[in-house]
């Protein structure tokens, strides 16, 4: 328990403990965790709470947005129940309630605005409404410690943007995807090639025993300047190879789904690998303090690999979190939360959740940019 | 302070925002507002409005009876979330109460209770004295009724079903959040499942139309 006196939360700039709860369901993890800084001391994850619902939407081939709602709505409280009990602390002592409000598929995130709500009235705390790419942005100040500004390239199965990070709300997006996600690419071509799941390991174990060279797939968008993707032609000339074979064979061998899947694999690396080139040298005289990665792409051990080789000859350092903080959790949440909490910004309880949201309201829109404004 | 426990009782599965607080059996304040959209928002306000109202703090509520539905999904669902989050932080019991107990509250005997389910469908249920629940979903001049002839009917598709009743029209006792917490202070002291919406209709998915390919030895 913290003195009183250093529970009021006046903005200032008082070296004290935060302790925030943090709230996360933009798609399909549902997830609560409790994250604790000492000002200027390294933070500390007293607890993360990740309920997964894979099983739920295998039958589906995606994730099917009602389903993904509904699970929420239920377990959002349990989660935060299961995160007070392994951290081992009450309401009482919690300095704020973070959650994701946006964007992401707009049930879940309703479910945990909703939840955090309910929570922060009756423990009369306040309310942190976080952007969940600004989660994933400042996770490798919760693993790292690093100084801003640093580029992150955020590859999941909802996004992909390389942003220069110069502050905990700062954000400035040299590119991103023009249509798919990298992650929305691995899964679909799983799903082209018979294989389970979330599409990413299961492809790139296929991969690991095939023949990158086999199939000559493009490198979208590596003839245009810039840093932004794309990947659905990929994914379309993926599946034009497939349907050739299965036209002239009946089906599929193992060995041609291993030389497709690494064929797949070669060309998201060699564009991912290329555009951070370039996203590298756009940083110019503002050097970054390092290469950051989020979003559960960055668990491909060869692009990671790829990516690593590309700081080291840049002389930055390439920083990665475990997997279980590069994927969707709880903790990048009450973590973006306490970094917007200690800078004095809270929310009231119109808090609204946002399907769309931008982390760089200035950047041209690149994806669903219809008149209802940038999804990401 | 209120010299009895507080009920709040609250509702957006439907074109509203929606609650009430009663002491007893006495509802001390309620609010019915009209809104497509917006309800996310607005429920922590209303509802603190409310309890400032009837001069209550949130630490007075001795339970919170939400509606569950059937209704509109992102409404149930918003309702149902923030009485979770209440529950856990105020350490007090959440109950849902269905759309078709909140009808039959207060009236003498069982009735045919039905909420509108939009595209000229109608939720059903043969509802009071607390009955377990069997709702079906149906046109309501075909669909085959869940009750015998002669049940009084109440709701949405109150006069089409009570004509192949031939039976009486009820009107509702209580605005609906009133009913809610009515419903809820009842069952109050009685163990009680954790709110979860009452969908009726299963969630709009298709497994994937392709089949995947065939993998040759």
Redesign the interface.
């Known amino acids: 328990m913290l003195p009183a006196s250093d529970r009021i939360h006046n903005g200032a700039r008082m070296a004290r403990t935060l302790t925030l709860l943090g709230l996360e369901s933009s798609c399909d993890e549902t997830a609560a965790a409790v994250v604790r800084q000492a000002e200027g001391a390294a933070p500390e994850i007293l607890a993360s709470v990740v309920e997964g619902q894979a099983q739920l939407h295998a039958a589906f081939g995606g994730v099917v947005p009602e389903i993904a709602a509904r699970a929420h709505a239920e377990k959002l409280d349990l989660c935060v129940e299961a995160a007070l009990a392994e951290a081992a602390l009450d309401l009482s002592d919690l300095d704020a309630i973070a959650v994701t409000a946006g964007p992401g598929l707009i049930g879940g995130v309703l479910a945990g605005v909703m939840c955090a709500k309910g929570i922060a009235a009756g423990a009369g705390l306040p309310l942190v409404g976080v952007n969940h790419l600004a989660g994933h942005a400042l996770t490798p100040r919760l693993t790292d410690g690093l100084a801003f500004p640093y580029l992150m390239l955020l590859v999941s199965g909802g996004h992909a943007q390389f942003l220069m990070v110069r502050g905990a709300e700062r954000f400035a997006r040299l590119g991103g995807t023009i249509d798919d996600a990298p992650g929305e690419a691995f899964d679909k071509t799983a799903k082209l090639l018979g294989l389970p799941q979330p599409g990413g390991p299961a492809v790139e174990a296929a991969a690991a025993g095939g023949d990158a060279t086999r199939f000559a797939f493009p490198r979208p968008l590596l003839d245009r300047p810039g840093c932004d993707l794309s990947f659905s032609g990929l994914k379309t000339a993926l599946m034009r190879a497939r349907d050739a074979l299965v036209t002239s064979q009946g089906g599929l061998h193992e060995q041609d789904r291993r030389d497709l899947c690494a064929g797949f694999q070669a060309a998201v690396t060699d564009v991912l690998t290329e555009k951070t080139r370039r996203a590298l040298a756009a940083t110019g005289d503002d050097r970054p303090t390092a290469l950051a990665v989020a979003g559960g792409v960055a668990a491909n051990a060869g692009i990671r690999a790829r990516l690593e080789q590309l700081a080291a000859d840049h002389g930055v350092p390439f920083v990665a979190p475990p997997l279980g903080l590069c994927t969707d959790n709880a903790a990048m949440i009450a973590w973006a939360g306490l970094e917007r909490f200690r800078a004095g910004h809270s929310d009231g309880f119109d808090l609204t959740a946002r399907p769309r949201w931008p982390l760089d309201a200035a950047a041209p829109a690149l994806v669903g940019s219809g008149r209802k404004g940038a999804k990401a | 302070m209120p010299p009895e426990p507080l009920v709040l009782g609250f509702d957006t599965s439907a074109a509203h925002c929606a609650a009430a607080l009663l002491c007893g059996d006495d509802p001390v304040a309620r609010r019915h507002e009209e809104m497509g959209r917006g309800q996310?928002?607005?429920?922590?306000?209303l509802?603190?409005e409310l309890l400032s109202e009837a001069g209550a703090g949130?630490r007075d509520l001795a339970g919170i009876g939400v509606g569950i539905g059937p209704g509109n999904?992102?409404g149930v669902?918003?309702?149902?979330?923030?009485?979770?989050?209440?529950?856990?932080?105020?350490g007090i019991p959440a109950i849902g109460v269905a759309g078709f107990d909140a009808l039959a509250e207060g009236q003498p005997g069982p009735v045919l209770a039905s909420l509108d389910a939009r595209r000229g469908l109608a939720y059903l249920a043969l509802a009071g004295d607390d009955r377990p629940l069997d709702p079906v979903l149906g046109a309501p001049d075909t669909v085959a009724l869940p009750a015998p002839a002669g049940t009084p009917c109440i709701g949405h598709a109150a006069e089409t079903l009570a004509a192949r009743l031939g039976s009486a029209v009820r009107a509702p006792a209580d605005p609906c959040a009133v009913a809610i917490a009515r419903v809820a202070a009842r069952r109050l002291g009685r163990r009680q499942p954790?709110p979860?919406?009452l969908?009726v209709r299963p969630?709009?998915?298709?497994?994937?139309a392709e089949a995947?390919?065939?993998?040759?030895p």
Not at chain 2, 40 to 45: I, K, M, N, T
Not at chain 2, 77 to 90: E, F, H
């Open positions: 996310a928002e607005r429920l922590f306000p509802l603190e949130w999904f992102t669902r918003i309702s149902v979330a923030a009485a979770r989050g209440l529950a856990l932080s105020l954790r979860a919406p969908y969630a709009d998915a298709a497994p994937p995947p390919p065939v993998i040759l």
